[in-house]
């Protein structure tokens, strides 16, 4: 079925990551002050393709009714490249390939298994630039970053506030 997963933000998606064993259900705690912005992920994988994905929030509630509007919080998709643009000879960066690079494919063989490097480099995407419009499909048993930012008003109320994110 679909999981869903918040993933540290100082984590680099690739397209074949999966949930942590025994996650829990996707939830972001962010933590700011006024006038800030801060983000989270969540990941999105599912085992049939993905149409159509959308994401969503609605106002969040705060102390004594106070709110923060839904249109402070921005919600943007990751863009994949392939990670060859992360290795020498294959890519741009002319650096050899990253220990946590290869860590990602042996964890992916299972998917990339019997590819030629070269192949399997360009089969792994690797998630660093963010748009607003969602891919138009995520394939099978891929996961999909979904950024939310909140931009925190300079007149908020300080407390906790809570929201939900829809997907």
Not at 30 to 40: D, F, I, T
Not at 139 to 145: E, F, R, S, V
């Amino acid at each position: 079925g679909v999981q869903g997963w918040a993933a540290d933000m100082h984590q680099r998606l690739f397209n074949f990551d999966y949930p942590p064993y025994g996650a829990p259900p996707a939830r972001i705690d962010l933590a700011g002050a006024r006038n800030g912005v801060y983000s989270g992920q969540i990941a999105v994988r599912s085992d049939a393709p993905i149409t159509a994905l959308s994401a969503s929030s609605g106002d969040l509630a705060g102390p004594a009714g106070t709110r923060i509007p839904a249109s402070a919080v921005q919600v943007r998709y990751g863009v994949g490249s392939p990670a060859s643009l992360l290795v020498g000879g294959y890519g741009t960066y002319g650096m050899k390939m990253p220990m946590a690079l290869k860590h990602n494919l042996d964890t992916y063989s299972r998917e990339l298994a019997g590819l030629p490097e070269k192949e399997q480099l360009a089969k792994l995407l690797f998630y660093d630039r963010l748009s607003a419009r969602p891919p138009a499909e995520i394939p099978a048993n891929t996961c999909q970053p979904v950024w939310v930012t909140v931009r925190v008003p300079k007149d908020a109320a300080p407390g906790k506030y809570q929201g939900t994110v829809t997907l």
